[in-house]
Structures are given as C-alpha cells and as structure tokens.
C-alpha cells in the first residue's frame, strides 16, 4: 500500500520537479524504500527464551496450587479445576484470583509461587546472546511475571545485558509503593504508568467452578483489577509505555492466545515453540534459536540508527517496575 501510494506520488511529483528537486527527492525515496521492515522485537520470557523442557512452567503450576490451598484455604480437590479455569478466563491465575475476589499480597505471591523454583535448569546460553547483541534492532521483555523472576532467569540465562528494558507485572500493576518510591531506576518505562493496584476485597467470592458447571445466560464473568496478556487493553498499554510501533515490531511468545492478542493490536507475531503456525502468527519457531534462518532479513540491514543497542545498560537499571 506505502510502497503503491510512493510510487504514484513520485511519478506525479517528478512532473514538476527541477533536475535538483528530483535527485533529492530521490534519495530520500531511496532511503525510505530502504528502510528496515522492523525497528523493534518485543520478547517474552518463559518458555520463549528457554525451552518447555527446564522443568520451571510445570514447578509454577505446581507453586500456584500450593498457595490457592496453603494461603487461600481452598480446598484440594477442587484446586485443578479452579487454577485451570481462572487461567483459561482471565490469562493468569493471579489475575483470575482476583477477578474472583480473593485479595492477596502481590509480592507474597510472587515470592511464593517463583521463589522456590528450579533456576538452576536455566544454563547460559551463549548462542542466544550472541544472536540477539548482534540484532541492530530495539529488543525488550514483555512478561507477565514479576520484576525479580524476570532479572533472575535473565541471569542464569546470561542474557541480562541484551536488552534495553524489561515490562513485567509491576510496569502494567504499579503499587502505590512502587508510584511513590520515584526510584531513579524504574523511571524510564514507569513515567507513563497510569494504573494502579489499589484493590478493596470483594465481599464474597464469585464461584466461577459453579459459573460453567451451570452456565446462565444472563452471566458475566467478574472484571480482574490485573493487566497482563492476552489483554488487548494491556499490551496497548505496554507498546505506549515503551514507545512500541506495533507496525515496526514483532513480537515472540510461546502461547498462541497472546500471539493472536498481539495480532489484533497490530504486531507482528512469532509463536515460539512449535513449527505449526496457527492463525494470527506470521510465523512459527520451534525454538527461538532458529530466529536467523527464519528472519535472516533482521541482521541484514545498513542502517544503524538510534535503535541500535549496544547492550551497556546492566538489568539492574532497566528493569522497569
Ligand atoms: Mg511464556
């Protein structure tokens, strides 16, 4: 449609133009032509920078369950079924607990559910890394977790200096902690965060096991107070609070519900796990290794502009909370 619209004004405008005019505005047709298709990758973290196979996706699942029965006092047998279903409802189980009505300590949360997990499967990969230094291109973190498990697997990965920054739970959830602290550190992504986490509990809790055992058609699930993917609404937010061209980036992660959320606002998608491209990828990677030979396009360009990432700024400074 650009490359139509271009063509048409250059033959219309070259009519009127002098010799000089129309070298200049030649070059400046070139350079435009020649333009890099993206100027951003947008990346997720789990199971997208690491393979299923570490163990860590299966310990989460199992952390969860352990705390909607040691911290919420549900009962086990029904524990399955409720995180199955506030997962498939609301995107994390996290989000759907509190969609529900279950009030709770994020952070505790985290901790919990994160901090006894098996980092130690995560191993450098030196491959990856030196793939993504070499990518000329704007590359950040877009992950539902939190702050502290995203800089750690980062870590074990040894891929904690290959990215300009990282949006995770605390960028879309601000606390009010985190609003007040002014913490020079978070600043960069946080400047434009306008939500916040300031919840009351509900007085009762919505039973969304009962909701589909017997579906009424004058129901409507709860609304969560979390933002994370597959929202639409939260991956708009993320793209404005980096300063994300949806139309110059694209975007990896292993689960195809928020590859076809991303699609809808307008990213371009790699699914990432499985060579089977379902509706809504542009393409597919059965591992996020063979970036290059799917996308070579992405090393080849000349032009080094200000998106171009040296890989200086420690995790430390860039994390974004
Ligand atoms: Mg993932």
Known sequence: MLTCFLSLFKVLRSSFLSSRERMDYEDRYRLLSQR???DCL?????????PLSSGLARECGNNIKDYIVEKLGIVKDKVVELSNLLYKNYGTTMAGLRAVGYDFDYDDYHSYVHGRLPYDNLKPDPQLRSLLLTLPLRKIIFTNADKVHAAKALSKLGLEDCFEGIICFET???SRKDMDSGDENDVEFLRSASATTDVHSSPEIFDIIGHFAQPKPSATLPKTPIDCKPQESAIERALKIA?????????FDDSVRNIQAGKRVGLHTVLVGTSQRPKGADYALESIHNIKQALPELWETDV?????YTG??????????
Not at 42 to 50: G, S
Not at 304 to 308: G, W
Not at 312 to 321: F, G, H, L, Y
Request: aromatic letters at 10%; a negative charge.
């Open 312 to 321: 200086q700024v420690a995790i430390e400074t860039s994390v974004i909370a």
């Open 304 to 308: 080094k502009s200000d998106a171009n």
């Open 36 to 38: 890099p298709k993206y």
């Open 42 to 50: 947008l990346f997720d973290l789990d199971d997208t920078l690491y």
């Open 172 to 174: 879309l959830n601000p």
């Open 243 to 251: 300063n994300i061209n949806p139309q110059r980036t694209l975007f």
